[in-house]
C-alpha cells in the first residue's frame, strides 16, 4: 500500500511539473512571438487609441458600448473610429455639390433619422452601400464625413492596410471585426477611401489569403443587407469604378458621380473659400471662375492657398526689407499681422493659377490643346 501512495504521489508531482513546464513554455513563446512581431507596437498604439476613443464616446453618451466587451480585433478596428466632435465638415463647408447633397439627404439620411416615414415599406430604407465616384480632389471624402455628422452616426474611417497581417487566418479575423463593432456601433458608417484598392475585381493570380479575405468581407455585408434593422452604411469612395469586382458594385446600388465643378458651381467654391479671407474690392471671382476649367474643389483651394502667399513675400521683400530666415527670427504680434500684409489682390491669384495651369499641363491633368485669355 505504501509502495503504492508513493508511485500515486510520484505521478502527481510529475504532473504538475509537466504542468508548470507547458505554462512557463507557452508564456516564453507566446513572449518571444510579440517581441519578433513588427507590428505589436502599432497594434498596442491602436488599442490604446481605441480604448481613448470609446471613453470619449461614452462619455457623451452616444454609445453605452463598453471597452470590456470587445475583442482584440475589434479594438483594433476602433482605433479608426472618428469622435463626433472630430467631424468638423458640414454641409455649408461644401459648395457647389447641391443636387449630390440632396440626394444623399433624401436616399440616406432622411430613412435613418425620419424611420417612421419608412416603416411600412421595406423598399424605402436607407442602402447598406453608397459609392461616391469621380476625379481626384472633388470633395467625396468631405461629403462621407458630412453625411455621417448630418445623419449623427458613428464614423469608421477604415484604413484597409490594418486588415492585412502576416499571420495566416488573421486579416479574416480582422474583416469580422470590422462589421461586428459596426453593428455594436449602429447607426454606423464605415468609410473606405481608394475602395478600388482594396475590392478591385477579383481574378486567378490574387494571393489566397487577399481572395479569402475579399470573400468574407463580401460575405459579411450581404448580412448586413439582408438585415432591415442594422443601421450600418458602407461607403465608399474611388476615383476608378470600373476596377471595383461586379459584385461590389451590386452590393452598392446608391452611386453618386462627383464631377469636375462646372463654372457656376466653381464660382460658389471660390466664394466659400475666400469668404474670411482679406481680399481687395476689385477681385473678380467671377472671372476666376470661368479661367478655371478642368479645375477640382482641392485644385481652388491650392490656387487661393499660393495667392495668399504672395502677400507674404510682397511683405518680406519690400515693407521688412528681409529674407524669411530673418522673418522667422523677429516674428509679428497677430495686431501688426493684419496692419503689415496687404489683401489678396487678383493678380495673386492669376499668377498663382498660371503655375498651377502649368503645372497641371505638364503632368497630363489639363490637355495641352486648353488655351486660357486671363487679361
Known sequence: MADTAF????????????????????????????????????????????EEQLKRLAGTGNTPLAIEKLSDYELMIAAHLVHPDDITVTWSDIAGLDGVINELRETVILPIKRRE??????????????LLHGPPGCGKTLIAKATAKEAGMHFI?????ILTDKWYGESQKLASAVFTLAVKLQPCIIFIDE?????????????????????????????????????????????????????ILRRMPATFHVNLPSEVQREKILHLILENEPISSDLDVGKLANITNGFSGSDLKELCRNA?????????RTEAGSSSSVALANPLDEDEYHDALRPIIMDDLLNSFEKMRTSK?????????????VD
Not at 504532473?15 to 517581441?35: D, E, G, H, P
Not at 474611417?157 to 492596410?161: C, E, H
Not at 489566397?208 to 438585415?227: N, P, Y
Not at 495668399?308 to 518680406?316: A, F, G, T
Open 361 to 373: 499641363i505638364h503632368c497630363g491633368s489639363l490637355p495641352m490643346s486648353t488655351r486660357i485669355d
Open 195 to 247: 475602395i478600388d484598392s482594396f475590392l478591385r475585381a477579383r481574378n486567378s493570380t490574387d494571393h489566397e489569403a487577399t481572395a479569402m479575405m475579399k470573400a468574407q468581407f463580401m460575405s459579411l455585408w450581404d448580412g448586413l443587407i439582408t438585415d432591415s434593422n442594422c443601421t450600418v452604411i458602407i461607403m465608399g469612395a474611388t476615383n476608378r469604378p470600373r476596377d471595383l469586382d461586379k459584385a
Open 157 to 161: 474611417n477604415l484604413d484597409v492596410s
Open 308 to 316: 495668399s502667399i504672395y502677400r507674404v513675400r510682397d511683405y518680406l
Open 117 to 130: 416615414l419608412f416603416a411600412d415599406s421595406r423598399l424605402t430604407s436607407a442602402p447598406k452601400g453608397v
Open 7 to 50: 508511485t500515486k504521489t510520484e505521478i502527481i508531482g510529475l504532473v504538475v511539473r509537466l504542468t508548470l513546464v507547458s505554462a512557463v513554455t507557452f508564456i516564453s513563446i507566446k513572449w518571444l512571438m510579440n517581441q519578433v512581431d513588427p507590428t505589436n507596437k502599432s497594434k498596442k498604439k491602436a488599442k490604446k487609441l481605441a
